[in-house]
């Protein structure tokens, strides 16, 4: 089976921290994940995640540490989802994929419909 290999970010903006909902076009359509993307050929994990969060919201990060790497099969496609803690730098948020965006405080991040990868990142970042 396809295995991707894909990072995300978890931004952190005035104590809070950003999520982003999958429009209804994009696989997994309408699941809540952290914004980040497929890692392109020669690329770093922190060049990706980086370059992406510029394309999806138009913001600047700092990278401040990694969490665990996710593994998980969905039923089309395997996934390596590789998180990094953020921090908010510049920029207006702008949308180019994404159906909304929210900024949460850690105890509301459990109610979301979160995309399945993600499920283990989230439940270690609340951990912290
Ligand atoms: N960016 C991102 N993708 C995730 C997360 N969790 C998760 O399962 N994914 C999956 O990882 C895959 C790669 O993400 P992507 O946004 O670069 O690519 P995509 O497949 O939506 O783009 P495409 O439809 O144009 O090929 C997506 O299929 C997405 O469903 C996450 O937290 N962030």
Known sequence: MKKLDVTCALVCLN???????????????????????????????????KRE?????????????????????YPNFSIELIPFIARYVDGDIKLSEHKQYLLLEKVELNDLDWAEADIPILNEFLRL
């Open 15 to 49: 104590g809070k921290t950003l999520v982003v909902q999958r429009s209804e076009k994009m696989k997994l359509p309408l699941k809540w994940e952290f914004p980040g993307g497929k890692i392109e050929n020669g690329e770093s994990a922190e060049d990706c995640v």
């Open 53 to 73: 969060i510029w394309e999806e919201l138009n913001i600047e990060i700092e990278l401040i540490s990694k969490l665990s790497h996710s593994n998980f099969d």
